[in-house]
């Protein structure tokens, strides 16, 4: 490997500027040769950077392991604000106490029900582009209203706002891609807006998920504090903007331009969900990887002492391309059989919004495969559009004919 | 949520569980992932508070606290 470092110097990080969706071949030398290493990322104090499936799953999944500690430090971070507060920033029982609030909402038997209006949202987004004709700018025209469409009635944000706040979640996944007042702004923004949501589910109260932590607020027993219910819910309605969505075009982006894969699909339609695992696997949505963990004591990690008090970030795309896993790991394998990956993360901060996530890319691609089997670019690969300076990878338009 | 109860039963559905590491991580001392799937202490244990905080947040309700007296569901609540 191509290494002009200073003994014991750490490496930049992220080791390059994301290019599509493919991953930094030094991740695979690294797994091999130095599966633990010191990194610098923009922001913050140097930290570990794991690389190994296995080192990655205890780093995020083990006790010794704190997100909590990481409040007072300078924390490494690819953005210029540090989260500092809120749900991520937490390790149990705390967490717990936030996290218990909202679990029930999604859950597999509760995200199950909202299958059908999924289906239906899919199928009207659908007829919609059938009706205006190829092409069609699938980000526009489908991958974002899906998800928004569904967080939306989910929480009970009238859908009518949604200008707004696409507009303002950018915020939380923007790391030079708006200057950090911008951020700041928007992010005040976004918490303005959900305080004024539940100022008006104080008067009338209603079903929905806000609701819900309204009626649990206000039952006044301390379970909730009024600036957490406020991130809570202004983080759920940003996740629900900016993963989803981005992860739609990104699947059928890797789908278009791996024929022989997408042929597979369009035959066996039964496969979508094992296919949505292995492009959860295969897909490296994060530019980079962030929010470390704090050692709470002294460990060894691929045989690398860490010391406590040290921070260690895991590498989750390295982690799903890591071999020693997943057989021939960086092919794209949709009838792949056994997938632990760690798309989702994976101990108590394991994405909320998993099943959602994995019901609504479920539906989104059963929908356009099944409605629209001739679908493809309608621009050369070259072409396509990425975005630049946010925490995800993704696409700005995404051009389709069928 | 009843809590009266002296003992509690753990069990992990195995067909359910998709190995968050959800329950690992809220109580390490009552839930281990063994090739990634979840597996709670067999003998009955004390009432605890981070049992609850499990079951209550796993992703696909595979957990169960049932009373080790008389058998009645702890936690989930439906």
């Known amino acids: 490997m191509t290494d002009t470092r200073q003994p014991g110097a750490a490496r930049p990080y992220p080791f390059s500027d994301p290019d599509r969706l493919n991953l930094d071949p030094l991740y695979a030398n690294l797994r091999r040769q130095e599966p633990v290493t010191r990194v610098r990322l923009p922001f913050g104090e140097e930290a570990w950077l794991a690389t190994r499936y296995a080192d990655v799953r205890t780093v995020l999944g083990d006790p010794r392991f704190s997100r909590a500690a990481s409040v007072g430090r300078d924390e490494p971070r690819t953005t210029p604000q540090q989260i500092g507060t809120g749900i991520l920033s937490m390790d149990p029982p705390d967490h717990s106490r ?24 899919a199928d009207e987004l659908v007829d919609a582009m059938i009706v205006a004709g190829p092409p069609a700018d699938l980000v526009e025209a489908f991958s974002t209203p899906l998800p928004v469409r569904v967080i939306c009635r989910l929480l009970g944000v009238p859908v009518t706002d949604q200008g707004l706040f696409r507009t303002w979640s950018e915020a939380i996944v923007s790391t030079t891609s708006l ?34 932590l309204v009626r649990v607020r206000d039952t006044g027993d301390d379970r909730l504090s009024e600036q957490e219910m406020v991130e809570l819910a202004a983080g759920l309605l940003a996740a629900g903007h900016e993963t989803t969505v981005t992860q739609i075009s990104n699947f059928v982006y890797v789908l278009l331009t791996n024929p022989e ?10 496969l979508v969900p094992a296919a949505v695992e292995e492009l959860l696997r ?17 460990l060894t990690l691929s045989g690398v002492r860490i010391r406590a008090g040290d921070p260690v970030i895991g590498a989750v795309s390295s982690a799903n391309r890591d071999g020693e896993v997943f057989e021939d790991p960086d092919a794209l394998d949709l009838t792949r059989g056994a997938n632990p990956h760690l798309g989702f993360g994976h101990g108590v901060h394991h994405c909320i919004g998993a099943q959602l996530a994995r019901m609504e890319l479920q539906v989104a691609l059963e929908t356009l495969l099944g409605r629209l089997p001739a679908l493809a670019l309608a621009v050369d690969e070259k072409e396509l559009d990425w975005k630049s300076g946010l925490l995800v990878r993704g696409l700005r338009t995404l051009p389709v004919t069928w | 949520m009843s809590d009266r109860g002296t003992a509690w039963r753990l069990s992990v559905d195995a067909d359910t569980c998709i190995g968050s590491g959800m329950c690992a991580g809220i109580a390490p001392g009552l839930f281990t992932l063994v090739h990634g799937v979840s597996v709670a202490r067999e003998a009955p244990i004390a009432p605890d508070p981070a049992a609850v905080d499990a079951a ?9 606290i049932r009373d080790a007296a008389d058998d009645h569901l702890v936690a989930p609540e439906p």
Not at chain 1, 261 to 270: D, F, G, N, T, V
Not at chain 1, 283 to 298: C, N
Request: glycine share 4%; hydrophobic share 45%.
């Open chain 1, 261 to 270: 894969q997408l042929a597979l699909l369009l035959a066996r339609p039964e």
């Open chain 1, 179 to 212: 200057p950090p007042e911008r951020i700041l702004e928007y992010l005040g923004n976004m918490r303005a807006y959900m305080a004024g949501l539940i100022a008006e589910r104080r008067r009338t109260p209603t079903d929905d998920l806000i609701g819900a």
């Open chain 1, 282 to 298: 295969y897909v490296p949505l994060g530019a980079a990887s962030a929010f470390a963990r704090y050692a709470t004591e002294d």
């Open chain 2, 56 to 64: 209550e947040s796993c992703p696909v309700e595979a957990i169960s």
């Open chain 1, 98 to 121: 936030l996290r218990r609030l909202v679990a029930k909402a999604f859950t597999a038997r509760r995200v199950e029900l909202l299958r059908p209006a999924t289906v239906e949202i």
